[in-house]
Nanobody, 133 residues
Framework: HVQLMESGGTSTQAGGSLRLSCEGSGYLYATYCMGWFRQAAGKEREAVAIVDSDGRLFYADSVKGRFTISKDNAQRILYLQMDSLKPEDTAMYVC???????????????????????????WGQGTQVTVSP
C-alpha cells in the first residue's frame, strides 16, 4: 500500500518561492513515476509537473521556467521548487505516484479533471499554496 504526504504549502506574496515536499511510504520504489497536480477553487485539477522512472521531466506550459520537479530516490521524497510565484498559482497541490512507470506522460501532463486519474493510481491529500498579489 502506497501512502503519500505533502508538506510545505503556505501563504506567500507574488514573486516569492516555495518548496513543496511529498514523502512516500509503503511499497514506493525509486522507479515509480511521480507527479504534482493542483486544483484551484472552482476549477478542475490540472497536472503541474511529472518525473518518469527514467528521470525525464514534463511540465505544464503555465509553470515552465518557474517550477522544478525533483526526486530523492533514497529518501523517497518528491519535491516541487516553485519560483516567481503568481497569484494564479494559488491552489491545493497534490502529489501522485504510478507503478511501475508512467502511463503516457506527454498526455498526462495535459490532463485535467477526472482524466488525471487515468495516469496515477496513488494520491496524497494535498497542501495549500496561497499567493497574494
Amino acid at each position: 500500500h502506497v501512502q503519500l504526504m505533502e508538506s510545505g504549502g503556505t501563504s506567500t506574496q507574488a514573486g516569492g518561492s516555495l518548496r513543496l515536499s511529498c514523502e512516500g511510504s509503503g511499497y514506493l520504489y525509486a522507479t515509480y513515476c511521480m507527479g504534482w497536480f493542483r486544483q484551484a477553487a472552482g476549477k478542475e485539477r490540472e497536472a503541474v509537473a511529472i518525473v518518469d522512472s527514467d528521470g525525464r521531466l514534463f511540465y505544464a506550459d503555465s509553470v515552465k521556467g518557474r517550477f522544478t520537479i525533483s526526486k530523492d530516490n533514497a529518501q523517497r521524497i518528491l519535491y516541487l521548487q516553485m519560483d516567481s510565484l503568481k497569484p494564479e498559482d494559488t491552489a491545493m497541490y497534490v502529489c501522485a505516484a504510478q507503478a511501475p512507470s508512467c502511463v503516457d506522460p506527454m498526455t498526462a501532463i495535459q490532463a485535467r479533471g477526472r482524466h488525471t486519474l487515468r495516469f496515477f493510481a496513488h494520491w496524497g491529500q494535498g497542501t495549500q499554496v496561497t499567493v497574494s498579489p
